[in-house]
């Protein structure tokens, strides 16, 4: 493979996952036939192009102008058909049964609220599921977007609950510790041993301190979220329009 | 709204308008509708926005595709108009021509204005 071909399956690979992020809130089945459309598109724009014309400069040129990957979304989807959260459009459901999910976990929450004896093992079970469901719903759409945000929301909401679960095994231990009155070196549980202030205070302030995190990384999540239909539509706005 | 938002605005409700006429005269690929595309100025169509544009107008069973080899290059994807596709045009032209003739007449005898 020649320089231009490599300089070209670049920029025609960066493109297209540039249109697929754009894309990444759209719900429409035809959208990966859109990024074929175009692929096979700017196989036949280059093809085209004299070998002598496959500058480096030319080739930005003919990608430039295939136009901004964020006007995709509304051609593709105009008001109403797009947007990954609510309504949820019946053909959206009816297309992607990972939808009925929702439902179930209502109808199970119905079901353990009328019978209180199931309520503890269901809801331990419900929420194993769920966390696992939010892993991989943010392992998906990063996946697609590649975007930042997600992976500080996959902190806050993944990977910090997996370590407040180890931590919270080892507060155990030393709660039991201080509860026999047997020392205990690790702050803060050390002041409850020394009697300084009580165990429950230490508990309140340990639990303060681990939502306090959860929320710096949520916050941090969100405002780092391309949030990619708006930026399209401030796009439009401002850019666009060569005549005019 | 700011001017370039409304042209915009405009120009997308147009292209659907325009890009199932192109098909009521005869079958295109792609790329060849974009260059017939491109030569209306005022659309100022980008190469690729076309395609998500044929992608709905094939969802909602207006348009349909077929991929073809071809002798020079990668294999094109030809679209033609559905029947019901050649219904709806005819209905949006009508409605354009209403809609243009009704602007025309609105823009030249403005309500409360001087004649």
Same mark, same amino acid.
């Given at each position: 493979m020649n320089d231009e071909t490599t300089i070209w399956q670049k920029l025609k690979a960066g493109y297209l996952r540039r249109v697929e992020a754009a894309l990444a809130t759209v719900y429409h089945p035809r959208k990966q036939e859109v990024l074929d459309d175009l692929s096979r598109h700017l196989e036949l724009r280059f093809d085209e192009l004299d070998p002598q014309q496959r500058t480096a400069a030319r080739l930005e040129e003919l990608v430039e102008e295939m #136009?901004?990957?964020?006007e995709y979304a509304d051609l593709l989807a105009?008001? #109403?058909?797009?947007?990954? #959260?609510?309504?949820?459009?019946w053909r959206t459901v009816y297309r992607n049964p990972r939808w009925l999910a929702l439902p179930a976990v209502i109808a199970l929450l119905v079901v353990t609220a009328a019978q209180p004896g199931l309520t503890l093992p269901v809801f331990r079970a419900l929420n194993v599921l769920l966390f696992m469901g939010v892993a991989l719903a943010l392992f998906i759409q990063y996946r697609r977007s590649r975007d930042n945000g997600l992976l500080w929301l996959a902190g806050a909401l993944v990977v910090w609950p997996l370590l407040l679960m180890a931590i919270g095994w080892q507060s155990r231990s030393l709660i039991d510790r201080v509860a026999a009155g047997q020392k205990v070196w690790l702050w803060p549980f050390c002041l409850a041993a020394r009697g300084e202030v009580s165990l429950g205070m230490v508990l309140v302030a340990v639990a303060y301190w681990q939502r306090f995190v959860t929320y710096v990384l949520l916050v941090v999540g969100i405002m780092k979220l391309k949030l990619s239909s708006e930026s399209g539509e401030r796009h439009l706005e401002g850019a666009q329009e060569p005549n005019a | 709204m700011g001017l370039s938002n409304w042209k915009t605005q405009l120009r997308k409700g147009l292209l659907d308008l325009c890009v199932l006429n192109f098909l009521a005269s005869g079958e295109y690929y792609g790329y060849d509708l974009v260059q017939e595309l491109k030569k209306?100025?005022?659309?100022?169509?980008?190469?690729?926005?076309v395609y998500p544009i044929l992608a709905r107008l094939e969802e909602d069973g207006l348009v349909i595709s077929e991929v073809r080899p071809s002798d020079a290059g990668p294999p094109r994807k030809y679209f033609n108009i559905t029947s019901e596709g050649r219904r709806a045009v005819q209905e949006m032209n009508e409605h354009w021509e209403r809609i243009e003739r009704a602007v025309k007449s609105f823009r030249a005898n403005p309500p409360g204005g001087k004649r």
């Open positions: #136009g901004a990957p964020e105009p008001e #109403g058909a797009r947007r990954t #959260g609510w309504p949820i459009p | 209306i100025p005022a659309l100022s169509i980008r190469e690729g926005t």
